[in-house]
T-cell receptor, first 111, second 115 residues
Framework: KQEVTQIPAALSVPEGENLVLNCSFTDSAIYNLQWFRQDPGKGLTSLLLIQSSQREQTSGRLNASLDKSSGRSTLYIAASQPGDSATYLC??????????FGGGTRVLVKP | GAVVSQHPSWVICKSGTSVKIECRSLDFQATTMFWYRQFPKQSLMLMATSNEGSKATYEQGVEKDKFLINHASLTLSTLTVTSAHPEDSSFYICSLRRESTGELFFGEGSRLTVL
């Protein structure tokens, strides 16, 4: 059974700092891995999708890396802004494209 | 724009009543949709996989007779919480998969409160 751990559980930084969010998973037999953002009381917004054959994906200030063999993914957010405050969820996709979610990292970017 | 539309966004009902939540795909036809539940300060837990034209596949521990799923078309899946009780109060979120990439998109969620 896939288990996903996200560290740290919470992060508070001043505006402008770079963010590093870590995700580890126990079963490396994944098809892909997605990073999501969830605002309080809202659904999930897809940020990045990394296929199992890829090492990283980039979108604007976001960059996600994937080391499938060691069961790790890292989300980097450059030059953080208050609008980046949210919970970030990592979810590796296994058979049937079932996602297993980590507990999330709650980010607060202070102006 | 939004890929998934979920309705209602919140609902309050009395114990013993049934509640239906709709999930619509706005951007593409979705053969497979997923229903998740999220309790406060917890992560999402997959409840069931909804397959168009066939029976849903439920995760272990999820009562199929309590959480009825219908996926009658390629753009609509519904989740009905039957005879709801206070312990069913939760945030229910649907998602659907873009087959070409495997990427999943989520609805805005439906907050159910059972009194």
């Amino acid at each position: 059974k896939q288990e996903v751990t996200q560290i740290p559980a919470a992060l508070s930084v001043p505006e402008g700092e770079n963010l590093v969010l870590n995700c580890s998973f126990t079963d490396s037999a994944i098809y892909n891995l997605q990073w999501f953002r969830q605002d309080p009381g809202k659904g999930l917004t897809s940020l990045l999708l990394i296929q199992s054959s890829q090492r990283e994906q980039t979108s604007g200030r976001l960059n996600a890396s994937l080391d499938k063999s060691s069961g790790r993914s890292t989300l980097y957010i450059a030059a953080s802004q208050p609008g980046d405050s949210a919970t970030y969820l990592c979810a590796p996709g296994g058979a049937g494209n079932k996602l297993t979610f980590g507990g999330g990292t709650r980010v607060l970017v202070k102006p | 724009g939004a890929v998934v539309s979920q309705h209602p966004s919140w609902v309050i009902c009395k114990s013993g009543t049934s509640v239906k939540i709709e999930c619509r795909s706005l951007d593409f036809q979705a053969t497979t949709m997923f229903w998740y539940r999220q309790f406060p300060k917890q992560s999402l837990m997959l409840m069931a996989t909804s397959n168009e034209g066939s029976k849903a596949t439920y995760e272990q521990g999820v009562e199929k007779d309590k959480f009825l799923i219908n996926h009658a078309s390629l753009t609509l899946s519904t989740l009905t919480v039957t005879s709801a009780h206070p312990e069913d109060s939760s945030f229910y979120i649907c998602s659907l998969r873009r087959e070409s990439t495997g990427e999943l998109f989520f609805g805005e969620g439906s907050r159910l409160t059972v009194l």
